[in-house]
């Protein structure tokens, strides 16, 4: 049973347009979700997180959107770049206590000069 | 800062023989991690160590087993091989279990044939 999902594999995108990737969960007990970005080749690496006491979270370009009810959240990137062309994993966990971070499959974005 | 060391990068193995994946992480953080990356299956726990002298089962434990003698090394270890195997191993760390942030590693890319 796959508690985190990602159902886009790909995305791809103009340089300079919005890139959102998507990301939903099935247990309703996550409170604290994450994005991983991963270059070919490399380990992935942290990129932005949300807690769920809240809706939103911004970073420089990247902002997650957190909708619990939904059960929802999304990365926009804004503007994208060409090296933001990476896989983006989303993850989720329950803060406070001992449970491991449970991880989408991933989704390759390209963004195209 | 190294944070995460692999090795070796990578690896072909002859199917039935063994293997020890190495890993080790300078940031003194207690909970060490080992995921397998497959196509399409997105980034799977095998085994994860609370700290050092205590390790646990993840979603993909069968056929692999781990030790944490001390706090800085947690290697993996194939004992015979197999084809399905075949997969990117990344190591991880974090301050603790359920820490959310999981520092990774660069990989180490196996091939069992």
């Known amino acids: 049973d796959q508690q985190v999902k990602q159902n886009s594999p790909s995305l791809s995108v103009q340089e300079g347009r919005i890139s959102i990737l998507n990301c939903d969960y099935t247990n309703s007990m996550f409170d604290y979700f994450l994005w991983y970005k991963k270059y070919p080749a490399e380990g992935p690496t942290f990129l932005i997180s949300?807690?769920?006491?809240?809706d939103k979270n911004e970073d420089g370009r990247f902002t997650v959107f957190l909708n619990k009810s939904a059960k929802h959240l999304s990365l926009h990137i804004v503007p994208s770049q060409p090296g933001d062309s990476a896989v983006y994993f989303c993850?989720?966990?329950?803060?406070?206590?001992?449970?491991?971070?449970?991880f989408g499959k991933g989704t390759k974005l390209t963004v195209n000069p | 800062t190294a944070g995460i060391t692999q090795a070796p990068t990578s690896q072909i193995l002859a199917a039935g023989r063994s293997m020890t994946l190495r890993c080790t992480q300078d940031?003194?953080?207690?909970?060490m991690y080992w995921y397998r990356q497959d196509l399409g299956l997105g980034l799977r726990l095998i085994h994860y160590?609370?700290?050092?002298?205590?390790?646990g089962k993840g979603e993909v434990p069968d056929g692999y087993s781990v030790s944490r003698a001390n706090t800085d090394d947690f290697p993996l270890t194939l004992a015979s091989a197999v084809p399905s195997q075949t997969s990117v191993y990344f190591c991880?760390?974090?301050?603790?279990?359920?820490?959310?942030?999981?520092?990774f590693g660069a990989g180490t890319r196996l091939s069992v044939l």
């Open positions: 993850a989720a966990s329950i803060q406070g206590g001992s449970e491991k971070l449970v």
């Open positions: 991880a760390s974090s301050e603790m279990l359920g820490s959310n942030i999981q520092y």
């Open positions: 949300i807690s769920s006491i809240k």
């Open positions: 160590s609370n700290t050092a002298g205590t390790t």
């Open positions: 940031m003194r953080h207690n909970a």
